[in-house]
């Protein structure tokens, strides 16, 4: 399995940005990359996700606000995030599915929390 790591979580005005990143402990090219958020009392959902071949796609509320990115050098994902509403607040969860075995990784998540 694939080691994930995120970082840039926190607290943030609505309207305001924040930029998540996910650093794997191997190589991700063979991977399609993802993150995923679960709000309190609500189910894991998908944000967006990235192939190897840098296309993406989105949640239908995210659209236009976020972008997905990777950086295959330096093993990392990202995840922009514009324009934050209250209802981004949640815990957001890099994933990494190998291409080939269809293998799954999680990372341990980092909290945002947008404030209005």
């Known amino acids: 399995q694939v080691q994930l790591v995120e970082s840039g979580g926190g607290l943030v005005q609505a309207g305001g940005s924040l930029r998540l990143s996910c650093r794997a402990s191997?190589?991700?090219?063979?991977?399609?990359m993802g993150w995923f958020r679960q709000a309190a009392g609500k189910q894991r959902e998908l944000v967006a996700n990235i192939g190897r071949d840098a296309s993406s796609n989105y949640a239908d509320t995210v659209k236009g606000r976020f972008t997905i990115s990777r950086d295959n050098v330096k093993r990392t994902v990202y995840l922009q995030m514009n324009s934050l509403k209250p209802e981004d607040t949640a815990v957001y969860y890099c994933?990494?599915?190998?291409?080939?075995?269809?293998?799954?990784?999680w990372g341990q998540g980092t909290q945002v929390t947008v404030s209005s």
């Open positions: 191997t190589t991700i090219s063979a991977f399609t």
């Open positions: 994933n990494a599915q190998e291409y080939y075995t269809k293998s799954l990784s």
